[in-house]
Nanobody, 117 residues
């Protein structure tokens, strides 16, 4: 069974950077992504990438500031977050999409990112 484990969250000042990492075990999926959740709001899409890194997609709110990458040899998916803003504060989740579908069926436990001075 596919398992995802995020790491790298923490407290950072506005304008700072953080790098989140997702370790995947028990297999792999073509499309991996990151989502985030703010208390009281729906979980929202942040970024996605395919196995060959030939496709990537970002939400408008993070485009130009965040970069998703993956290392297939290590089975990891990273999210580099730059120029962080207070509104980026959320729990960030790594997710895997079932191949040939739009079903994000596999999720990690989440890691907290807090952007505050």
């Amino acid at each position: 069974q596919l398992q995802l484990a995020e790491s790298g969250g923490g407290l950072v000042q506005p304008g700072g950077s953080l790098r989140l990492s997702c370790q995947v075990s028990g297999g792999s999926r073509n499309v991996m992504g990151w989502f985030r959740e703010i208390p009281g709001k729906e979980r929202e899409f942040v970024a996605a990438i395919n196995r060959g890194s030939t496709y990537s997609e970002y939400s408008d709110s993070v485009k130009g500031r965040f970069a998703i990458s993956r290392d297939n040899a290590k089975n990891t998916v990273d999210l580099q977050m730059n120029n962080l803003k207070p509104e980026d504060t959320a729990v960030y989740f790594c997710a895997a999409r079932i191949d040939h579908s739009n079903n994000w069926a596999h999720w990690g436990q989440g890691t907290q990112v807090t952007v505050s001075s």
